[in-house]
């Protein structure tokens, strides 16, 4: 009788998909971008004007270029680097999205989607925000005042309203 009940149960278990050839649940989607903004083309560093620079403490920007894309990396007394880096040449946010670990957590920014990631104390922060479909700003701050996540929500609302409307 035992046996027959065991036999039954596992009978159920592999039916109800418990088996080992399951295949794990995709990962989550990025929510859709309801009014894009077009970066393709565009220097980072023209995203932030002189009084924005002068109202986060920041100096004249240098243009870079990393794995990925046209950046641009600014210093100052509110923060000991900052950098935005135009992110057009893979599937925006939700290529950024894989991999992250599990201390990014999903926000929006200016009702962006994007991902945070942050030291505990804050002296790090980095937000990918998707301002497009297959486009994304990928920000960072170290040492910002008064923190470093605070800081960079404030250059990301200059510089995504700087943005022009994307086709």
Known sequence: MIIRLLVTAAALLAAAGCGTDEKPSPAPTVPPVESPKGLAGIDPCTLLDEPALTALGLEAGIPGQDELGANCRWTGTNAQEARLTAFTSGDGLAELTKGRDSTSSRVRVLGYPALET?????????YDVGVAENQAIVATMRAGEPDSCTALQELLTVAIKRLPASD
Do not use: K, P
Request: hydrophobic share 35%; net charge positive; glycine share 12%.
């Open 118 to 126: 942050f030291t505990a104390r804050g002296e790090f922060c980095r």
